[in-house]
């Protein structure tokens, strides 16, 4: 990156009007997926992600099989439309690391240990992409994990902070992402105050970096309130669901 | 994931005339179109059918045209059976279902001859366009065929074509103009559940078939057919199922129109 | 295809001479692979495929024994060298298609049930390709499967019908196939009357569907009796052999 | 596929110099020679060696040379063993067995100089031949190598070379002449059972044999070699292979001329 | 390869301050870097940590530039974690572990900006240089990834660009100059063994922990980070982590520039 | 190669300098993996292989276990960077053969049968290729089962006799590699005189070969005995270890 490129950031303003510590709208919804056990739609702007969970369920191949836990099962992929050039399907080194480490973020909040032998699997798809796809990716297989009855002490929460312009700021996307310096997702576990993923590239300072974790969390923060509400909406839903018609089989939800 | 003993009532059912929900057995669920859903891609389509819900999405760039159709452009379609939309499907390379379902697909499109592949060359022998179309089931609430192939066509008329920069590359979220699309193939598949003849089940009913065919077409003619399934069709069965689709699909056909815009 | 291309069939008179509902010259030879349980070669004109049946047999890998009944593996090739531009080996997609379709065409004829766990295998290779591949291979494989003593209900009978010129032909092949409006290749069980394989590509009406489907199901009705014909040639050479110098081990077959 | 018993009877008889049809150790089975059998190749031959069958098929494109060797054709030697052919072989990607089929008989023929790569150059550092030879076992009978070997050289020596049309593309059928080969190189194989140095086993014998030996040879020169097997050769037994090895090629160089119109 | 009870063994030592071989927590082992080891390579260094023994290689060739980086060249690291260097590895395509090796690496090296990518650019559009570095653990001795991470930076300082002949071809064995780097980004990740924050563990450590994290940096600024492990780090474990890898990539930087002679 | 080529050999002298019967320099040593059971490194010339042994362990996948015998595995690879151009990772047709070739050189000399189910299994990378990799990898990995304590009945030597010049010479290399007429690796046994691989590229007469045998053979005894002084010298470097500071875990030793 030449040191004389335009600033894209311009008083504190970014290209698209938010503040520097601020997210992109939200929206979230639980119950998206019939068929699964638990589903969820998560977006961040433009980023928009869906994941389907199963579990605890029989696990093949059987040599996976782990006698004194359950075995976690984290896939990301991004639909082959979901970005400028079309993304062939299939895993990618890219997609293979950024599975292993969101299931590592989610390995300690879930009581595997209840459930040896057992799968608990969660398939998260990128439907559009416009930067932090896998924070995208984790906040929605962690609705869909507790939309699943899957047990766990907390919600995952992630987003990520960035450096534009020599500016800390909350949740890069756009031109953020494609001229900025600095790209840094986290994972949060906030009722244990725990960094679950943490990745960063680009140069920051040590002094810069405290100040994005900082600000990174902040973002999980608010995250975590949008995860929470969109469980709580979902059992409003189904209850009253139930309370008209009886405990049938749920109807389709919106996906968007 | 469907219970012997469902199967069996399914299938009690079927032979009596009546389906679980109600449905006459050539009545489709709801469908809902939804053109323009995923923004990166160039067209797109979501469709809603019943609980089932196909997201399809077409991707264009500028490729090589294949040596012996030198001034066409090329049209790819691909599906993927993921198991987000069910519980039966794993993850791994396309298998039997997911080609079987592209390739369906891609037929029906390809010979209904809606597409002017001509129109797709930008240079003869050179430079042409790469129509990718990529099927991706959500939720499998039976029927992924008919679905898909409503997403696939949609998407296809959702197509905005971009412009190509100096070194002949599409220019990322321009638009210089529309495909242009002469038809609107539209699949329609009969399954046959204990000697009934169904259209349109839900998974259960689907789970519950012995044979299934799909009919795709068009305007006064059929383009393209598929049987499959463990058992098979008579004579009559097959004959009176392609009329029968052949009629549905013109119904479904206005519900495309009005999708996109035609 | 644009409408102004030169016919290729002129008063009702094929390319090759043939009639309108005339099949291309048949021959079928049982018995033709010494190691596999059963084989058979079979050409229509110049395309040819070979089969290879075995089975029942122990089903290997383990995980697709099916407790209640035997495992139906159909593959269909092509040769490397069987078209114009050489067929890369392995699966692909249309080839994984053909090997499913023709499975399933195979499917109801044979008495799985009776040999649980087993596998019940047949490869069909194409050494020469001109149209109606598929057919070719399912005739083969039909004979290899009785060659091998497998119990069936009835041999299954392929053969495609077409439309060129705006006319219903039987068994499009060279110039018809590529220049062609339509191709439409069944498979058909006359003892059931039963369609067991049906693609169609290209623009047909009803009517015009209707005729071509009888015209292929008579097309099959001589492809079933010359099948007949070559399981009943080989058990006789079987027979004579075995009064010749006992039961032994038999010499292998010519393949063309 | 062998049992243990038929195993150590074939392994006694071979002890006492006998074969169970009666064989001298280095007789060959009747050797037949079929070429121009696939219609849609460039060449090809069906060799029959007693039960053993082998197709090999030619077929040639073209491409543009490896950036080292600008000014030649390439030459590729593929082989199957599919389970047609046998209840041993299985589906999939070629293993171990077809792996080192293809790469001797690929050696031989290279190695021998029988073909004049740089004839086959159209335009230096652009487009040369690519000639693909595909193995293709009908039946194994016993001894595919050394049947397969003679089979791709005697393909070899049945292509014609297609015209190219102005992109410099084969037209399919043409025939602009044949391909010129200087040799005719034979692979020729001994099998070690039990102690003895048998050729051409049947399938039987084969199972039942410790070590193998290949030897390929051209008039005047050893050009390729290759042990195999579980177990060795002393020295004395390679020397006494290659020699015979050689003189029986010698026999089986004029029964492929005879086939080829030499 | 560890048993329950050295586990915990190391983790009772962990949580009273101590190590088996009494080093400091962060204190690494002794560190040697020979470069020019692999003499078909490009570039390569051998680095020596304790046990652990990593090889890394660098190869150029000429290629063609993305079409979205049309003047630069182009980086890739590769890792494979092959079963010589250590029982639990095994043979196949890179699993996670690999791939997250090789990523790493990658992009301490990318992000720092050491490797001017503009100045690999031949001809525009057309001719690049790539830059391949494939690291070869040895031997596993515990902390992998660092050892890796320097020997890639050691190995890209050892690089000999190649003289290009007049078909823009390397021409394999000349040098035109050396690689120019401006940086020498450093991997120090610290693992969390019970709660302990450890640098630098021999196997039986590293099988023990449970966190760990990878801080790359240069003179000045951190340059890529990664968590890994199946447990979490509080937010001051992961600030001292990031301090503490700083200030040792600082000592351990004067090893690298001694190697390799800055 | 056409006739008129430059000589490389000039009156009995090679382009390194050595005569027509002389080895390049060998290096040897055991003990270089401290993970692995055993491991060696074997360099002639600037050819230099690593290997690494393991067993008789535990085999994985089980369906490979043998029940009466021990399965021998044996991977040959090259380092990426090991050649002129970059080796792409991973098996190739070509190493796939040197793998099966060279596994079936050791296959008669260890005792497999005494370790039914187990796996025996050899992993030899070459990191810098000049000619005669299978061989160096077969020395290494002979030095690295003898370390591994994995039982044999002796030693497999390996090197190349060739033809350059029309001249029969001993460990062909460099120029003498790409220039020359034939290069014929073998494995050899002394204790049984027995061959156990041998492979021959290019043109010999029949008296040529049995001449190249001979000096193949001549050039495995040599090797012979740097291997045995290898394993010679890991035993006192193992013992005075011992007896320094007791049986712990040994230090690494050098790769080179």
Same mark, same amino acid.
């Given at each position: 990156?030449?040191?004389?490129?335009?600033?894209?950031?311009?008083?504190?303003?970014?290209?698209?009007?938010?503040?520097?510590?601020?997210?992109?709208?939200?929206?979230?919804?639980?119950?998206? @997926?019939?068929? #699964? =056990?638990? +589903?969820?739609?998560? !977006?961040?702007?433009?980023?928009?992600? &869906? $994941?389907? /969970?199963?579990?605890?369920?029989?696990?093949?191949?059987?040599?996976?099989?782990?006698?004194?836990?359950?075995?976690?099962?984290?896939?990301?992929?991004?639909?082959?439309?979901?970005?400028?050039?079309?993304?062939?399907?299939?895993?990618?080194?890219?997609?293979?690391?950024?599975?292993?480490?969101?299931?590592?973020?989610?390995?300690?909040?879930?009581?595997?240990?209840?459930?040896?032998?057992?799968?608990?699997?969660?398939?998260?798809? @990128?439907?559009? #992409? =416009?930067? +932090?796809?896998?924070? !995208?990716?984790?906040?929605?297989?962690? &609705? $869909?994990? /507790?939309?699943?009855?899957?047990?766990?002490?907390?919600?995952?929460?992630?987003?990520?902070?960035?450096?534009?312009?020599?500016?800390?700021?909350?949740?890069?996307?756009?031109?953020?992402?494609?001229?900025?310096?600095?790209?840094?997702?986290?994972?949060?576990?906030?009722?244990?105050?725990?960094?679950?993923?943490?990745?960063?590239?680009?140069?920051?300072?040590?002094?810069?970096?405290?100040?994005?974790?900082?600000?990174?969390?902040?973002?999980?923060?608010?995250?975590?309130?949008?995860?929470? !509400?969109?469980?709580?909406?979902?059992?409003?839903?189904? /209850?009253?669901?139930?309370?008209?018609?009886?405990?049938?089989?749920?109807?389709?939800?919106?996906?968007? | 994931?469907?219970?012997?003993?469902?199967?069996?009532?399914?299938?009690?059912?079927?032979?009596?005339?009546?389906?679980?929900?109600?449905?006459?057995?050539?009545?489709?669920?709801?469908?809902?179109?939804?053109?323009?859903?995923?923004?990166?891609?160039?067209?797109?389509?979501?469709?809603?059918?019943?609980?089932?819900?196909?997201?399809?999405?077409?991707?264009?760039?500028?490729?090589?045209?294949?040596?012996?159709?030198?001034?066409?452009?090329?049209?790819?379609?691909?599906?993927?059976?993921?198991?987000?939309?069910?519980?039966?499907?794993?993850?791994?390379?396309?298998?039997?279902?997911?080609?079987?379902?592209?390739?369906?697909?891609?037929?029906?499109?390809?010979?209904?001859?809606?597409?002017?592949?001509?129109?797709?060359?930008?240079?003869?022998?050179?430079?042409?366009?790469?129509?990718?179309?990529?099927?991706?089931?959500?939720?499998?609430?039976?029927?992924?065929?008919?679905?898909?192939?409503?997403?696939?066509?949609?998407?296809?008329?959702?197509?905005?074509?971009?412009?190509?920069?100096?070194?002949?590359?599409?220019?990322?979220?321009?638009?210089?103009?529309?495909?242009?699309?002469?038809?609107?193939?539209?699949?329609?598949?009969?399954?046959?559940?204990?000697?009934?003849?169904?259209?349109?089940?839900?998974?259960?009913?689907?789970?519950?078939?012995?044979?299934?065919?799909?009919?795709?077409?068009?305007?006064?003619?059929?383009?393209?057919?598929?049987?499959?399934?463990?058992?098979?069709?008579?004579?009559?069965?097959?004959?009176?199922?392609?009329?029968?689709?052949?009629?549905?699909?013109?119904?479904?056909?206005?519900?495309?129109?009005?999708?996109?815009?035609?």
């Amino acid at each position: 990156m030449s040191e004389e490129h335009k600033k894209i950031i311009v008083g504190d303003r970014r290209p698209d009007g938010r503040a520097l510590d601020e997210m992109r709208p939200i929206t979230a919804k639980a119950g998206v @997926i019939s068929r #699964a =056990n638990g +589903s969820a739609h998560f !977006a961040m702007g433009s980023t928009v992600a &869906i $994941a389907a /969970a199963y579990g605890p369920r029989e696990l093949h191949p059987k040599h996976l099989q782990d006698p004194v836990r359950a075995y976690l099962k984290y896939v990301y992929a991004m639909a082959p439309f979901s970005t400028q050039d079309r993304v062939k399907p299939g895993p990618s080194r890219r997609s293979t690391e950024i599975s292993e480490v969101s299931r590592q973020a989610f390995n300690s909040v879930i009581f595997l240990e209840e459930f040896p032998k057992a799968g608990i699997e969660v398939f998260v798809e @990128i439907l559009q #992409a =416009n930067a +932090s796809t896998r924070c !995208a990716g984790i906040n929605a297989a962690s &609705i $869909a994990l /507790a939309d699943a009855g899957v047990p766990m002490t907390d919600l995952v929460s992630s987003c990520a902070a960035g450096k534009v312009d020599g500016k800390i700021i909350l949740d890069v996307a756009g031109e953020e992402d494609t001229e900025g310096e600095v790209d840094m997702p986290i994972a949060y576990i906030p009722r244990k105050d725990e960094i679950a993923l943490l990745q960063m590239d680009g140069l920051l300072t040590l002094d810069e970096f405290k100040e994005a974790l900082e600000l990174a969390k902040k973002g999980c923060m608010q995250i975590h309130e949008k995860q929470v !509400a969109a469980l709580k909406e979902r059992y409003v839903r189904v /209850a009253s669901e139930i309370a008209k018609k009886g405990p049938v089989r749920e109807s389709a939800e919106e996906v968007a | 994931m469907i219970t012997k003993i469902d199967k069996e009532f399914i299938k009690t059912l079927a032979r009596e005339g009546k389906r679980e929900d109600g449905r006459a057995f050539d009545q489709f669920r709801d469908l809902k179109i939804e053109t323009g859903f995923a923004k990166n891609a160039e067209g797109s389509a979501l469709v809603t059918l019943g609980e089932t819900r196909v997201l399809a999405g077409v991707k264009l760039s500028v490729g090589t045209p294949f040596a012996d159709t030198a001034n066409e452009g090329v049209l790819m379609v691909n599906a993927e059976l993921g198991p987000k939309a069910s519980p039966e499907f794993e993850t791994g390379p396309p298998k039997e279902g997911a080609i079987e379902l592209a390739r369906v697909i891609d037929r029906g499109i390809r010979e209904s001859k809606c597409i002017d592949l001509e129109a797709l060359c930008i240079t003869p022998k050179e430079k042409v366009w790469m129509v990718s179309v990529d099927i991706d089931p959500i939720n499998d609430g039976g029927n992924i065929l008919d679905a898909a192939g409503i997403a696939a066509i949609a998407a296809l008329h959702d197509v905005k074509i971009p412009k190509l920069d100096e070194d002949v590359r599409p220019i990322f979220g321009t638009n210089s103009g529309k495909l242009k699309l002469r038809h609107i193939p539209i699949p329609v598949t009969t399954f046959k559940v204990n000697g009934a003849l169904v259209m349109d089940p839900d998974f259960e009913e689907e789970a519950s078939a012995e044979a299934r065919l799909t009919v795709t077409s068009v305007e006064g003619f059929l383009c393209a057919m598929q049987k499959g399934g463990e058992s098979n069709f008579k004579t009559e069965e097959v004959v009176r199922a392609a009329e029968t689709a052949y009629a549905k699909a013109t119904e479904l056909r206005e519900v495309v129109k009005q999708a996109v815009g035609l």
